[in-house]
Structure formats: structure tokens, C-alpha cells
């Protein structure tokens, strides 16, 4: 049994849940013992938490981009390390200030090449990683228990208002600010029509009817039931470039027919006209939601559509056995990543 620790600042976290606890099953079918350890917050308590997931016979950094020292104590203590990221990280959130970051670029690239192995979250990511020339790089979507999630009946009571669904959190929420004005004269045009929020801030839009639930494991898979429709609106900055759509495949999985802004992975999660739309003005935005209100029977076709795509890319039992195979291949070749497992799609 190979030991695989995966050591992240938050090990309660999406990124945490969905991309390593999610596929637990998938590792231990490969003879891989996964163990999640938290990197504290205090420098001075890491040297534990790095001796702890070094003794492992693989350690996963997960997204954390370390300063120099910590960085070469974690190295050192590590018998292979792999650095695991599903966002842009040599950028900055463009909600705290410009995307240029020297520091994480800096911290990126020492970590990229100081690695022995890679895996990005999707191709726009993993192109930031190449010009770093990493030993071995693995693209590995970050999966979605489909079988979970739904799927939603389709077409829901005749006359019920139609609601359009995102979920997030509050370090996304300003991306719907970005939309406010087609929101407001869609649910204007649209008598009853609303924005179901799941996250844990309020939108702030003025004038838009919106029903803000707190999310909850518990309680997320029934709201999205709730929804006729999954937006994903993002800037195209460098920032949200990396973004890897798992909310998009939330609600393909639930039986959504999704729509959203033409960046990035969302790019090839959307088939157009198939599973969904890609608006890329306001007018996009408004005409595409206004058609799916009225229109409940396209918006269950597309839906199914969105479903099926889900299920046969982006779930568990697809994306896990490969990135337990590329695990295994760094653990028992060279560290230099010859011979390994061609990249996995996005």
C-alpha cells in the first residue's frame, strides 16, 4: 500500500473535498492510503505538519504556495512531492487588486520546478505550469459525484417562477454583480422569475428579487433541485481564466441546462445549443435566460443533455482511476517523470 498524504491550509475546504476526499475509493482501489493533513497558519507550528506529511511515500501541496524556506523544509522532508492546483495561482483574485503578482509568480515557479510531479485542474492552468518545465504534469479535472446529485425532474410544476441558480461563496459573489443589469430586466420581463443565491454572502443586487440560502453539505443538492437553470458569469482576466467550472458540472450533474461566459474551461464544459449557452454580452445574457423562462421543455433537454456529458467526462468514476495510475507511476519511477501517464483530459 502506497501512503499518499495530501497537506492543505484548508482541509475542509471544496478544493480539499472535491478533488482528493472525493475519490478516496478510486485510491484504494489503486492501493493508494490517503491521509489529509492541515497546514497551520503559524510558520512557527509547520515543521510538524511537514515531518508528518513527508513520512508519507507521496506528499501533495495542495494549491499553498509556500515562501522559500518552508518550501525547502517540506522538499526536504518529502520522498516525492507533487503540487496540486485547480486555480490560476501566480495571480491574484482580481477582487484584491491587480492580478500581477511577482511574489506568487516567484513562488510558482519555484514550486512548479521544485516538484516531482504536477497536477493542474484544467488545461488553462496546466499551460501556466509548462513554460516552468515540470518534471511531469498530470491535467485532472476535479470530479463530481454525479449519481449524488441528482438529476433534477426536468420539467417542474406548470406555472412555478422561474429560477435562475448559482452557487459560490463569497470570494466569488461580485461575478453576478457583473450581470446585475440583464438580471434585473429578465426577472422584470419574466413575472415571478428570481435568483436563487447558495453561498455564504449576499449579492447585494439591488432590485433583483433574491432568495439567498447559506450552504450547507447537507442542504446543497436539494437547492440546487430548486433551480431551472445554472449561470457561471466570470470576467476574462488571467485570474478567472484558471477557474475549472465545477459549479457548471454541479449543475450539469443535477439536470441543468447551463449558461455561461465564455472563459475558460467553461468553454469546452458548455456545448452550445446542446447542454447549454455561452452568452457573451448583456444582451447574450438577457436573451438566452428570457428563452429558457419561457421555455421549459428546451431548458429539460438541454438539461438531460448537460446530465449525460456530466456523467460520461467529469464524474468520479472517470477522472479517478487515471489520477490514481499517474500517483502510483511518480511513486515508482524516477523523480525526473519518464515513462509516466500521458496527461488526462480536460
Known sequence: MIRVAVLSAEPDGPSVRHRWTGVRACLEEADLAMEIVPLPKAAGERGAAFARAGAADLTVLQRRLLRRSDFDRLRDAAHRLVYDFDDAMPYRDPWRGKPESTVRANRFLRTVTGCDA???GNEELAELARPCAPRALFVAPTPVDAAAYGPSPGLRAAGTPFSIGWIGSRSTVAYLRDIAGPLARITARLPGAGLL???DADPELAGIPVERVEWTEGTERALLRRMDVGIMPL???????????FKLLQYGATGLPLVASPVGVN???VEPGVTGFLPADDAGWEETLVRLGGDPALRARLGAAARRRVEARWSI????????????????RRPAGTGLPKSGSS
Open 267 to 269: 468553454r469546452s464544459i
Open 197 to 199: 443565491v447558495v453561498a
Open 317 to 332: 468514476a472517470v477522472l479517478g482511476p487515471p489520477l490514481a495510475a499517474f500517483l502510483r507511476a511518480v511513486c515508482e
Open 235 to 245: 470576467r476574462d482576466d488571467p485570474w478567472s481564466r484558471g477557474k475549472c467550472g
Open 118 to 120: 504536477v497536477v493542474a
